[in-house]
């Protein structure tokens, strides 16, 4: 039979009131009676009930994270930064993978309302209208990671269009001038199209005219695959290729290889995020690096600590490996 509250009291003769204030950390009690309290859930193994805990406290102790499934890496290490601040602070989370047609992304939004969570970390995707709707009604804290919004959300993020203009000022310093890309979805205003203007506007700032040489993928590997393939069919000419992400990065590697272009004496490649598929691949890959540990934990305690308020641009950074020479 499973121990209840009420035990707790009638071992430690004092009111269940007494024991439930004692578990939410509330006054009223003196340090004798919470060490005895303390010391007799130990000795029961008696289980607080979370529900009842949280009507009490007014908190569930649990957050919500939706996410697309667009890069298990990307989310794996923003999701490692944000279930470590959960964990630090108590709190467990609820992971919603989500998909492009945002009827998924509604149905997750009901259900964490139900559930009463007391935050949602909003990962990687568009903020829809039909979605920031059921958000306000809410009344929770929102923080928004690698995206933003015209909405009034608070977010964390790097600067795309920055990251994507210095990973083409790179390419030209080592010499690159005929420079393509492998974009993301096209489309997408998130991760796609700030991208793709830093792109284009280096290129003009280097004085570099003519037709953009850009291709567009999913952000997923296979089509870097077929990315690298139709990039060099429509633009023989190139010398280096940026992709908007490291597993498109990985699939072009792996078609140049089939090809017996070598990389990066033939054409060099960067990619976009700096996850492990980056160090692991096979040359390790030069990439443009996100911070994705401390975007995701950054948000977490912006949502936990305090009530999310401003914007945090994080700093990208090229890391070279050996995919350009």
Known sequence: MSITIKDVARQANVS?????????????????????????????????????????????????????????????????GIEDIAHEMDYSVVICKTD?????????????????????????????????????????????????????????????????????????????RNIGMIAGTEGDLIATSPRVEGFKKALLDEGIDGEPAIVYGDFAFETGITGMEELIEKYPDVTAVFCASDEMAVGALSYLYKKNIRVPDQIAVVGYDNTSAAEKAIPPLTTVGQPLYEMGRSAAEMLLKKRPTSNVVLQHKIIERE???
């Open 100 to 176: 492009k047609s945002g009827e998924r992304t509604l149905k997750y939004l009901q259900m964490l309302r139900e559930k009463q969570v007391d935050g949602i970390l909003f990962v990687s995707e568009w903020m829809k209208e039909e979605y920031y709707e059921v958000i306000s009604r809410m009344s929770i804290p929102v923080v928004l990671v690698s995206t933003k919004s015209d909405y009034p959300l608070p977010y964390v993020k790097v600067n795309d269009f920055e990251a994507s203009y210095d990973a083409v000022n790179y390419l030209v310093n080592k010499g690159h």
């Open 16 to 80: 269940v009131a007494t024991v439930s204030r004692v578990l939410n950390n509330l006054p009223g009690y003196s340090e004798d009676t919470k060490k005895k309290v303390l010391g007799i859930i130990n000795d029961l193994g008696y289980q607080p009930n979370a529900i009842a805990r949280g009507l009490i406290n007014k908190k569930t102790k649990t957050i919500g994270v939706l996410l697309p499934n667009v890069s298990n890496l990307f989310a794996a290490d923003v999701l490692a």
């Open 323 to 325: 995919t350009v020479k």
